[in-house]
C-alpha cells in the first residue's frame, strides 16, 4: 500500500499569514497518463471531509484561489495563503493512483 | 444539488452484521462509481471499497473484503454496505462519497458488547 506521510502534525496561524503542510509519499503517483493522483481534503470541525485540490494542482470547484498545490512525485505541499478562520480544520491528502486508496493521518490547522 | 444521505448505523454487539444505506440525489446515480470511507474515532481516514457504475465489480480495501461487502441499486440509486463479523476496532463514521469529490454526512457506528 502506499504510505502517504503529512507533517507537521498540527500548525498554528495568524488569521492573514500562509500556512504550508507537506505530504510525502512512498512511491511516485504519477500515473501513466501523466497525472499526479494526489487529492488534497479539508475536514472542518462537526463535517464531512471537502475536496479541496485534485491531480495535485487543480482547485475543486468553489475553493477560493488562498488554496493552492505544488509538488514533485511523490513530495507535495498544500499552501494557504492569507488564512481566515474559516480555514480551521484536518487537512488530508490522499491518492488515487492505486488500490488501495489511502490517506495521510491529518494536519490539525489552529488559529492563534 | 448533489446528495448523499447515510443511514443504517448504531449500536451493534461484536460478531453481529449491519447494512449501511446511502440514497444519492442530484445526479445520474447508474453513471458513476461510489466509495464508502471510514474515519476512527481517533480521525483516521481509511477507505473501505468501491463499486463499478453498473454494479458488476467492487474494490476493497485487503483487510476488511472478507468481512465487507459493497452492493448498489440503481433503481432505487442507493448504495450499500454490508458489514458482517464486526469487531470493535470497526466503530467508525461511515461516509459514502462519489470521486471524492461529494461526501455524504456520514453514519456512526459503534461496536460494542
Known amino acids: 500500500d502506499i504510505v502517504l506521510t503529512q507533517a507537521p502534525l498540527s500548525v498554528s496561524v495568524t488569521p492573514g499569514e500562509s500556512a504550508s503542510i507537506s505530504c510525502r509519499s512512498s512511491?511516485?503517483?504519477?500515473?501513466?497518463?501523466?497525472?499526479?493522483?494526489l487529492y488534497w481534503y479539508l475536514q472542518r470541525p462537526g463535517k464531512s471531509p471537502q475536496l479541496l485540490i485534485y491531480q495535485m494542482s487543480n482547485l475543486a470547484s468553489g475553493v477560493p484561489d488562498r488554496f493552492s498545490s505544488s509538488g514533485s512525485e511523490t513530495d507535495f505541499t498544500l499552501k494557504i495563503s492569507k488564512v481566515e478562520t474559516e480555514d480551521v480544520g484536518v487537512y488530508y491528502c490522499g491518492h488515487r493512483l492505486e488500490y488501495p486508496l489511502t490517506f495521510g493521518s491529518g494536519t490539525k490547522l489552529e488559529i492563534k | 444539488e448533489v446528495q448523499l444521505v447515510e443511514s443504517g448505523g448504531g449500536l451493534v454487539q461484536p460478531g453481529a452484521s449491519l447494512k449501511l444505506s446511502c440514497v444519492a440525489s442530484?445526479?445520474?446515480?447508474?453513471?458513476?462509481?461510489m466509495s464508502w470511507v471510514r474515519q476512527t474515532p481517533g480521525k483516521t481516514m481509511e477507505w473501505i471499497g468501491d463499486?463499478?457504475?453498473?454494479?458488476?465489480?467492487?474494490n476493497y480495501a485487503p483487510s476488511l473484503k472478507n468481512r465487507f461487502t459493497i452492493s448498489r441499486d440503481n433503481a432505487k440509486s442507493t448504495l450499500y454496505l454490508q458489514m458482517s463479523n464486526v469487531r470493535s476496532e470497526d466503530t467508525a463514521t461511515y461516509y459514502c462519497?462519489?470521486?471524492?469529490?461529494?461526501w455524504g454526512q456520514g453514519v456512526m457506528v459503534t461496536v460494542s458488547s
Open positions: 442530484g445526479f445520474t446515480f447508474s453513471d458513476y462509481w
Open positions: 462519497t462519489r470521486e471524492s469529490l461529494y
Open positions: 512511491k511516485s503517483l504519477l500515473s501513466s497518463k501523466g497525472i499526479t493522483s
Open positions: 463499486i463499478k457504475y453498473d454494479g458488476s465489480y467492487t
